[in-house]
């Protein structure tokens, strides 16, 4: 079992930038494949971007193509987003996920394991 733990979310205007992480307790981060997602009030859960076991393979969603970057270490078995230029419809609650079944990257968030408990991201106009 692995628990998920976000940081880095917070208020940045339009145009700016935040990088959030994904810290996981335990051993064997790298046999996980990551992901994160965000979740708007009133929206379902979408995902974001995803990145494999290994790092080498990542996968994002058409919002955040060119502007998002998915990257992990497993020496610090942390997975990192880095987001800029941030637009108003970005806000949101963004969660990492771990998926210990296949190499990944997964896009779909019912395959994955474990949940984070989100980061909040607002970004004002």
């Known amino acids: 079992q692995v628990q998920l733990v976000e940081s880095g979310g917070g208020l940045v205007q339009a145009g700016g930038s935040l990088r959030l992480s994904c810290a996981a307790s335990g051993r064997a981060f790298g046999s996980y494949a990551m992901g994160w997602f965000r979740q708007a009030p009133g929206k379902e859960r979408e995902f974001v971007a995803a990145i494999s076991r290994s790092g080498g393979r990542t996968s994002y969603a058409d919002s955040a193509k060119g502007r998002y970057t998915i990257s992990r270490d497993n020496a610090k078995n942390t997975v990192y987003l880095q987001m800029n230029s941030l637009k108003p419809e970005d806000t949101a609650v963004y969660y990492c996920?771990?998926?210990?079944?296949?190499?990944?990257?997964?896009?779909?968030?019912?395959?994955?394991?474990?949940w984070g408990q989100g980061t909040q991201v607002t970004v004002s106009f």
């Open positions: 996920a771990a998926d210990q079944t296949v190499p990944g990257p997964v896009i779909v968030p019912r395959f994955y394991d474990y």
